[in-house]
């Protein structure tokens, strides 16, 4: 994942420029080859000192042709122009499937008849840059950028996630994260930052409590399961909702000190119920629901978990983040009872 807001708008310039001028001015892309500089004689060819000191770049190649057309300044400035209007950026996030109705796309971004020229300008503006094509009001990306155009999406969604939660990321520990959640993180980007305070000092553990009731499926992930969660767990086990819980081997000893779950585990007598053990260490607590994720991580400072602060999310996107984070350590988890009856568990 980046890690901050200028890294970000860099990766995307470099993204943007490259795919969108490539794709979009062939012409130009055409006319340039490096195979004058390759075959040079001339040691201070300066064509050639640059495919040798960049043979393995296609970015550094890429930017080359660019920089040695005449549309490289205008691929910039379009660039550049997406990422400082917030109508476009707007715009951009609502294609998930490649297409939407003109109408429908201005009312799910909010504008207003007082601002129906400038919708209508940035329509026209994305069309004239052959970023989106307009049939009878539907509103098409480009095929030739619709390759990118969910990546694009994913660079502007981590920008805002940076944006609003950036000072808690970088003080958690997010990179112990897989990569895949780490580069997947954008999925985050509209979650809400959740605080204990002097005021409400238990809000994040009433609002987790509060979310294990609504729920239809629990999927649980935690270094421990706080004594706070019994109550709601176990009336969910009663109700035949289905729940999946993941636990390190250090916390086994913790939740055998809890008498309900205790019961919960040596009597197995709900079906609905899932115990797993992994043995990778975990830095998070999560909880994904069928209809909220909510997770909390280690502090960097001291290593020690931090109960009072996290992010939550009812988006889809977040949900199916967290979901691939729970199936990630599903896979070599195991059950709880078989864990405790294996010779080496220790217990």
Known sequence: MLTNTGEIIAKAIELLITDYYTKCYPEDSEKYTCEKAQNCSDKKC??????????????????????????FNKSLEDIQTIFRSGHLIKILLCFQENKVDRYELKNN?????????????????????????????????????????IKIQNIIKSTVLIINHGDYLNNHTIKELPEFAQNNMCGLYNSEYICNSPKDPYKYNNLNKSIILEAEEINSISNHIAGEYLDPLINKAQSDIKINAIITKYSIS??????????????????????????????????????????????????????????????????????????????????????????NSGI
């Open 109 to 149: 971004i909010g504008i207003k008849n007082s601002n129906t020229a400038t919708f209508t300008n940035k329509i026209r503006w994305l069309t004239e840059k052959k970023i989106l094509i307009e049939r009878r009001n539907t509103l098409l990306v480009n095929k030739k950028f619709e390759d990118n155009i």
């Open 46 to 71: 300066k064509d050639k000192e640059f495919i040798e000191d960049s043979k393995n770049s296609d970015l550094n190649n890429t930017v080359y042709l660019l920089e040695n057309s005449k549309n």
């Open 254 to 343: 913790h939740i055998y000190g809890e008498p309900a779950i205790r019961d919960l585990i040596e009597q197995n007598k709900f079906d609905n119920v899932k115990l797993m053990v992994t043995d990778h260490p975990i830095f998070f607590i999560m909880t994904v629901t069928d209809k909220t994720l909510i997770i909390r991580f280690s502090s960097t400072t001291d290593g020690a978990f931090d109960t009072s602060r996290g992010l939550i999310s009812t988006s889809e996107e977040a949900i199916n983040w967290g979901m691939e984070l729970y199936e990630h350590y599903q896979k070599d988890a195991i059950p709880i009872c078989d864990y405790i009856n294996h010779k």
